[in-house]
């Protein structure tokens, strides 16, 4: 099966500054992409591209069997998008919001209405339907974008962000959403800096760094590949210090991040054991995460 | 050419009918008030202009001055607010929309938009019995071509402009005095001969002389090249505005 989409050699500079640097990739149908990355990595940018929104300076693109960006705009037919910053209309509806952009898909008027049932409940909007966009909370405008965003029955969803500003209830209502569109066997394509949100909704991830994708898998292979089964933050005074002197024997790896020190390890036991009582340094036992490939990779925190 | 232009039309079309009263409403009492105003008032003063009263003079400046205004303000700062500050643009880039398409809607849409303004210039003129008869309704292909022209020129400002405050140049320096040198409020031989070539070197002056001579049968100079100086004006200017939204806004 031809992936839905797929990037071969991206390279994008703005005023000599280059901001993708050789990204490839290809998603196939019905799988949920995410590409992680810091803020600045070149994520908003590789989607822009692949939108057909911004014209790479080298590299091909394809998007449901589209070539970008000479096609874009018929390959815009079969793809849905919601942007990082909502950009909903703000002198219509909520209901005219979504009936306005059935239209710009050359859709008719009876089939935008006979949608809007369905496109409503979807946001959680049902009862909503005739307010202002200005009344809805920010969680509820990023359902709306959502919902817009299926007008058109796309092959191919791509988020910018799609969590980013909101709280963490909403946050959940989103991710809700989207896991019932991946049910659906909808592609999603999203870009996030939240590694929980990568490991909860992508079946497979990419890691972007300073414009180049330094990772790619499954997040759980991803995980077991790079990382130790274990890890234990260790912070408080003097944290950094002890970590170095007596924790280094007794771990299979360390990372230190400003105070804390991240220890790597198969079993936590003796670590525990050695900070023991000590007045001042805490521990924090967790399993390995996505953020933890991210520091060994790069060397620094994925957090900005 | 494609017809998706449409779409924005349409976009705007829905929302402007929601404001629609308000926005006849001032449509129709601004002129009004400019006219029996300056009409009656300064008439009095003036007497008659080329033979006829001043109000009717005035009317027929009018009915171009308010197709200039109501294209300007929907093609400056209603458009630039939909840019800038309500990023509706880039909104409908995410669909199969182009900037083109963008921008070739809200230049026929303020050019309607501003049809609408001066047909209510005319509307008041039947009224106050200074149109007669059928023939006054061919200058509405010519207020339509005038507000292309004002629209195309304005969508140049808006698609280079920052912010707001752009604007004022582009009153100060062209729109303000193009209003006063191009024959709508005095004629234009009462200028000296230097500044009637500038005014003739602008479009509203054109577009004055196209309305007179259509709806009172005053004699036109040169019809087809006012014609043609405010299609060339109104095309250079929708072309340049593709051209600079497109650098805009495909970055």
Redesign the interface.
Known sequence: MNPVLWAEGLVKRYDGRVVVDGVSFAVNGGECFGILGPNGAGKTTTLRCCLGLTTADSGAIGLADFAIPAQARDARYRVGVVPQFDNLDPDFTVEENLLMWARYFDLSHRAARASMPRLLAFAGLSERGHVRIDTLSGGMKRRLTIARALVNDPDILFLDEPTTGLDPQARHLVWDGLKRLTKEGKTLVLTTHFMDEAERLCDRLCVMDSGRIIAEGPPRTLIEQHIEPVVVEVYGEGARAWADSVARPLVSRLEMTGETAFCYTDAAEPLLAAIGEHPTIRAMRRPANLEDVFIKITGREIRD | MNW?FI?LI??NF??WR?LFIPSLTTNLADPLIYLVGFGFGIGSLVGSVNGRPYIEFLAGGMLCYSTLNSATAEALYSAFSRLKM???W?????????VTDIIIGEWVWAALKALLSGSAILLIMYALGLAHGFRPLMVLPVLLLLGLCVAGLALVMTTIAKGFDFFAYYFTLVLTPMSFLSGVFFPLRSLPSWLQDVALALPLAHGAMLARGLVFGDPIPHPLSSILLLAVYGVAGVLIAVRVANRRL??
């Open positions: 998706r779409h349409e976009r829905l929302v929601k309500q990023r509706t880039e909104g409908i880039l995410h669909a199969p929309m182009t495909y970055r």
